[in-house]
């Protein structure tokens, strides 16, 4: 296609609830407060209740249950309840489709998410930002097999290398799922910084403008298409992108984290 003007009038726009929207609008706020936000997650009952399941579940480890949205405000934070309740609203937002295998897909994206996460936090960057980024990377491709449901075959054949994906985007429809998703960030009004990101995420040096968030959910994307998610890992990420980011590879190999604590919104 020729650009991404003419992708976007080939397909509908995934529907965003109200909720969802002010969410977003919420991400732009410094001033946003608890009362706003509970008040906002409140008015969608199965989100609220998701959201406690979430809580509730074993990652967070606290010191006891959680039964109202002010109690996993409080002992969660603002910030991770606000991430969590739009990640769970993307979640649902996208349809099924025949060939692509929806769990695998979000498990690949939680991945993506809390790998993001967890190079954010080292860096001294928004680690709910960078969570949310990672976790819409792969949105992109939902919208590739709208438009085009014959190329979602070829993108998804075997072997699934890390990165031989965003190359069989940009070779069959001319662009990544990061620059789609970024488009699509864009038009629902999230955060520039995001946006950004996005668009940068498959090639973060060559880009004309570098971006720290763009490098880490790069890096996110390629671990969490590894299948052996272990230390073993950082062995085959991209050393440019880690000395861009000026990571230290002893510290990855060492802190890698257990997939096992990354939050799946999708199934909770």
């Given at each position: ?24 609008q919420s991400l732009n706020d410094d001033n946003a407060s608890v009362p706003q936000?509970?008040?906002l997650i409140a008015k969608d009952p199965a989100l609220s209740a998701k959201l ?177 998610r272990d230390a073993e890992a950082v062995d085959m990420l991209p050393k440019d ?28």
């Open positions: 296609m020729a650009n991404l003007d003419s992708f976007f009038e080939s397909i509908k726009l995934p529907s965003m609830s109200e909720v969802a929207h002010a969410l977003i936000i509970r008040d406690l399941r979430l809580a509730n579940s074993a990652q967070f480890g606290l010191p006891r249950g959680v039964g109202t949205l002010d109690d996993a405000i409080t002992m969660v934070g603002m910030s991770k309840v606000r991430t969590l309740a739009l990640g769970a609203c993307l979640s649902e937002s996208f349809p099924s489709l025949p060939d692509l295998d929806r769990t695998e897909f979000w498990r690949s994206s939680m991945a993506c998410a809390g790998y993001a996460q967890w190079l954010a936090n080292r860096l001294n960057i928004d680690g709910q930002l960078a969570w949310l980024t990672g976790m819409m990377l792969r949105l992109g491709e939902l919208l590739i097999a709208q438009a085009d449901p014959s190329t979602l075959h070829e993108i998804e054949k075997l072997p699934h290398i890390p990165g031989v994906r965003w190359q069989r985007e940009q070779r069959l429809i001319g662009f990544t799922e990061g620059q789609i998703t970024a488009e699509l960030a864009r038009r629902w009004n999230f955060p520039m910084q995001m946006v950004q990101a996005l668009q940068r995420s498959a090639d973060p040096i060559t880009e004309q403008a570098f971006s720290r968030l763009g490098a880490i959910v790069h890096l996110a994307g390629l671990l969490a298409e590894e299948p052996h992108v880690i000395a861009a980011l000026m990571l230290d590879v002893d510290w990855l190999r060492t802190k890698f984290p257990d997939e096992a604590t990354f939050l799946d919104v999708s199934t909770q």
